[in-house]
């Protein structure tokens, strides 16, 4: 068996006592970052990309890994216990988590996110593990117009299940890739839009723009509210569940981690997306619906084991094609980068350690997350008492000198503000900033293949269509915009947003 | 303006048509090449020929249908967060890590409503210790600790 030997390098490089360390501190900042409202795992993750130059890649990518899925399992704590979601991803569990808090049930409410998680998070790295090679070996074939047409379909899809106005992310994506091709044209030399700053001509980096849409734009949107968070502390005790509670939930658990699972492999999919579509498929299977929004254990599993389920296997579309999905997929491309890693279908067979390594941490750090968590949640509530008056400049800080490490200059430093600024007035415009991060990292090697393209077809953009691959993504464009122009699938779809957000 | 119908969407477009005509202007600067052999300037005028387009749809929709006006910026947070730390990257390599943080701390504190100026001072000389402890003694930046008569 292929996949046991692969997954036994895998161990090998995941349980040397540095990655081990690694996973740990990954697990424990996401859980942190996913506890306090605030700041994200994008934020986060460009926070802490300057600090992981010096590592090894594998360390550097497990590190990563384990801040975005620690973050699920965060989230879910402060949905239940505050009503407050810490991640969007965790919205869902509000409803029914904080009901049963309230009712005394808090113990049962955490142990079945946390155990709903950990299953979930092992089956899905067992479908990453089965699923990523055969697909890489299926990319290897992909020529630059399949690439090309396939970045399409991928960034197209990606804005169709966000939420939001279609033509407003469409209008992002394209400023994203133009400013992801800022500085030296690797082809001729050409300095593009770098107008006359020196520090432009090796482009514009990725922390800065994370950290500013993401991160500086958050931090302003906070402090323009006035309203002040209620925080709701109690004992939480009887971290387990009855059997009566563990037959009801356990068959959620499994619609939620199959349904993750698949939901994460989509474009724009992810954590967020398949924890909402858990609770709207419990509420549907349910015997008594009316029970949901009043303390429904089941739906606390489904979502909960679905967001978990969702952001492990939206690592396959990264792993595989060298595609993010969602806006963390993004940071994780600008991760490989920075050590030198091209994101793609050869990844499995060039850097297999690192390849089968981070697979593998994924479910090491969902061990660690429930060893750890369960017995350290009175901790994380106590940090939910420190003030965001507090907070917000002490995350200033660790941004602040993060970017200016990165190159030493205080240029890195004036271009996040600038983003930073940029990300207020998107914010105000309503324009969702995760589309203009697609773009930024996939616009020079979307450039790139546009160009092999043509040049291989001798100009002739019939290429895109003679290939069948090509032609199959690009029908899937097409059929995508179709239906979206369709008024009675749009409007089903700003109600599906509206009901999610409400 | 009441011939703005939809504000958020009329000036996100002008927004988008302002990066689109600053992408076309300058790089047709750039040589262009044909499809077969594209110059630099092909795919950056392309997309900016696209974002103008999206940009004018988005502007018209704006007149047309309606939506709610674009909330106002609030400035404290906007000044106090952002210009801080734009003076904290241009200050760091003379002030060091120690006085830049206390600077940071305190006047970013002062971009909330519930500032206290002596909780915004323990914090800024607590965060101080940490800075130096985390990124000169533990990841070993390259970074001076005291203002620049003593950082040799």
């Not at chain 1, 409803?95 to 709903?116: C, E, I, K, N, S």
């Not at chain 1, 390849?355 to 994380?380: D, E, Q």
């Not at chain 1, 917000?392 to 004036?414: K, R």
């Not at chain 2, 044909?34 to 988005?58: D, T």
């Amino acid at each position: 068996m292929d996949v046991f030997a692969h997954l036994a390098t895998g161990f090998g490089v995941a349980l040397t006592p540095i990655n081990l360390v690694y996973a740990l501190v990954g697990v424990l900042l996401g859980t942190l970052i996913g506890v306090l409202p605030g700041i994200g795992p994008v934020a986060t993750i460009a926070m802490l990309l300057p600090t992981t130059y010096a590592l090894p890649p594998v360390s550097a990518l497990i590190m990563l890994a384990g801040i975005y899925y620690g973050a699920q399992y965060g989230g879910s704590t402060t949905a239940i216990l505050v009503n407050m979601p810490g991640e969007t991803s965790s919205v869902v569990t509000c409803l029914d988590g904080h009901q049963m808090a309230l009712r005394g049930q808090a113990g049962a409410a955490l142990a079945t996110a946390a155990l709903g998680s950990f299953f979930a998070g092992c089956v899905a790295t067992v479908f990453v593990a089965a699923f990523s090679p055969p697909l890489s070996e299926f990319a290897l074939k992909f020529g630059p117009a399949e690439y090309f047409s396939l970045m399409v379909l991928g960034l197209l899809g990606a804005v169709i299940l966000a939420s939001g106005s279609l033509i407003k992310a469409i209008a992002m994506i394209i400023l994203g890739l133009l400013l992801g091709i800022v500085g030296t044209d690797v082809n001729s030399g050409a300095q593009r839009f770098v107008f006359g700053i020196p520090e432009l001509v090796d482009g514009i980096g990725i922390v800065g723009v994370a950290m500013g849409l993401f991160g500086f734009a958050e931090i302003v949107g906070n402090l323009e509210s006035k309203e002040k968070r209620h925080i709701v502390s109690g004992k939480v005790k009887g971290l387990w569940l009855t059997m009566a509670q563990f037959r009801a939930a356990w068959p959620a658990v499994l619609r939620g981690t199959g349904l993750g699972s698949i939901l994460g492999l989509l474009p724009g999919g992810g954590a967020m997306l398949s924890s909402f579509a858990s609770y709207t498929l419990e509420k549907k299977l349910a015997k008594d619906p009316s029970q949901f929004g009043k303390g429904a254990i089941q739906g606390v599993a489904g979502p909960e084991s679905a967001n978990n389920a969702g952001a492990q296997s939206s690592f396959i579309p990264l792993l595989t094609l060298g595609i993010p999905e969602n806006a963390v997929m993004a940071m994780m491309v600008g991760a490989m980068t920075i050590h030198n890693i091209q994101p793609g279908p050869q990844v499995v067979s060039s850097n297999p350690e690192l390849f089968w390594g981070l697979i593998t941490s994924m479910w090491i750090g969902n061990a660690m997350l429930v060893v750890l968590n369960l017995p350290m949640i009175g901790l994380w509530i106590k940090l939910l008492t420190v003030p965001y008056r507090l907070l917000y400049p002490a995350i200033l800080l660790f941004c602040a000198i993060g970017v200016y490490s990165v190159n030493n200059t205080s240029m890195d430093i004036t271009m996040t503000a600038v983003f930073g600024f940029l990300g207020v007035l998107f914010v105000k415009l309503e324009c969702e900033p995760a589309p203009l991060l697609l773009g930024f990292v996939l616009g020079p090697m979307m450039e790139e293949n546009l160009r092999r393209a043509l040049l291989l077809s001798r100009g002739d953009p019939m290429v895109f269509v003679e290939r069948p691959i090509s032609a199959v993504m690009l029908a899937g464009v097409v059929i995508l915009l179709l239906i979206m122009a369709l008024p009675n699938i749009r409007k089903k779809r700003d109600e599906a947003f509206q009901e999610e957000a409400a | 303006m009441s011939w703005i119908k939809g504000p958020k969407d009329f000036w996100s477009g002008m927004l988008f048509m302002a990066f689109g005509l600053i992408a076309v202007a300058v790089s047709s600067g750039y040589r262009m090449g044909i499809a077969a052999r594209m110059g630099p300037g092909y795919f950056p005028r392309g997309l900016g020929v696209l974002l103008l387009i999206l940009g004018a749809i988005i502007t018209l929709r704006g007149l047309r249908s309606k939506g709610e006006p674009v909330p106002a910026f609030v400035v404290r947070p906007l000044v106090f967060v952002l210009g801080t730390v734009i003076v904290f990257g241009l200050v760091i390599p003379w002030t060091g890590v120690v006085l830049g943080t206390l600077f940071l701390i305190f006047v970013a504190s002062f971009a909330s409503h519930e500032f206290r100026w002596k909780e915004a001072l323990v914090a800024g000389i607590l965060l101080a210790i940490a800075a130096v402890l985390v990124f000169i003694v533990g990841l070993k930046l390259q970074l001076p600790i005291w203002p620049w008569p003593w950082n040799q």
